[in-house]
């Protein structure tokens, strides 16, 4: 992929060959900067920080009738004209990720979420709004009040020793991002293939769509690039996706509204691509609903 080798980046591409790369104790996350994120480190610190993590997962799984009833009425919400990003997988991914944070977010708030991903691609350290938005968010996380959620339950682990300072600082924002990002990207994808192909399960859906093309680690010989897209959509190894779960049963009830929505027909009218070189997702697509006969 040319835009990897102009940084001298490998790829490393096939599904044997990725999940091999994946399991690899010669392949670390971490780019050595020292950084508290969950992402970017390995061994003990990553096994304890991604442990807090998962138990505030679990607390999703199943997903919680409250959140089950807002993804549904995003979709009734929906009149005969939406954008798949705006309109349906925006508040469906933001509502869920408030679920997992435990916090209600506004628009800003997404819109700055949205921003930290140019900080968190293979090229990190170059996109100083990206980074400025990642900041904001943690600084504003760390003066919310919350409530029963995956806020507190950070805050908890940290006053219980199990969380340090920065890694209490960090972690809420790189945990908003994952549930946020990848949801966002895949529900819009999967929404356009409903509307152009009609149904297909979700499990395929997201196993075609591959909203995170590329993860990064780092070897002996310098960074390498491993593909996602040969059947692999949540990873694999020590940090395979601990939210895939939640992520299929959102698409699921959302997915599923939306089809039902579309079962009479419908018109896609311009759809943008974003072209982020990790991140695959849709900028906008216009959705126009069939009237239905009789
Ligand atoms: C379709 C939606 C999703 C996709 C495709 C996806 C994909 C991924 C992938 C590929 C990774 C591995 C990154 C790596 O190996 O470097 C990952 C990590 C992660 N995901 Fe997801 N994800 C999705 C949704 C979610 C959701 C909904 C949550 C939370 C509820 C979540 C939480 C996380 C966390 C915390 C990590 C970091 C794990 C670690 O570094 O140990 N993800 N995700």
């Given at each position: 992929m040319d835009e990897f080798e102009r940084h001298g980046i490998g790829v490393v591409s096939g599904r044997d060959a990725c999940a091999h790369a994946l399991r690899s104790?010669?392949?670390?996350?971490?780019?050595?900067?020292?950084?508290?994120s969950v992402l970017l480190r390995d061994g003990d610190g990553h096994a304890r920080v991604r442990g807090v993590l998962r138990e505030i997962i679990a607390g999703l799984d199943p997903l919680p009738d409250a959140v089950i009833t807002s993804i549904e009425a995003v979709v009734a919400g929906l009149g005969a004209s939406f954008d798949l990003?705006?309109?349906?997988a925006r508040p469906v991914a933001g509502a869920v990720t408030s679920a997992v944070l435990g916090v209600p977010l506004d628009d800003v708030f997404l819109d700055h979420l949205e921003k930290t991903t140019a900080n968190l691609?293979?090229?990190?350290?170059?996109d100083r709004a990206g980074q400025a938005s990642a900041f904001r968010l943690a600084v504003q996380l760390s003066r919310t009040s919350a409530g029963p959620g995956g806020l507190t339950a950070l805050r908890e682990a940290h006053a219980a020793g199990r969380l340090d300072e920065d890694e209490l600082m960090l972690n809420p924002v790189v945990l908003a991002h994952a549930a946020y990002e990848n949801s966002l990207n895949f529900l819009a994808c999967a929404g356009l293939e409903l509307a152009t192909s009609g149904p297909r399960s979700v499990r395929d859906l997201v196993t075609s769509v591959c909203p995170a093309r590329y993860v990064l680690r780092f070897g002996p010989d310098g960074p390498v690039a491993v593909s996602l897209?040969?059947?692999?959509?949540?990873?694999?190894?020590?940090?395979?996706?601990?939210g895939s779960g939640v992520a299929l049963a959102e698409g699921e009830i959302a997915l599923t509204a939306l089809a039902k929505l579309l079962d009479g027909g419908c018109e896609v009218g311009e759809v943008v691509w974003k072209t982020h070189s990790v991140f695959h997702g849709l900028a906008s697509a216009q959705v126009v609903v069939s009237e239905k006969q009789g």
């Open positions: 104790p010669d392949l670390t996350s971490d780019p050595g900067a020292g950084s508290p990003v705006r309109d349906f691609d293979v090229f990190a350290g170059s897209t040969d059947g692999l959509p949540f990873g694999l190894g020590r940090h395979a996706c601990p």
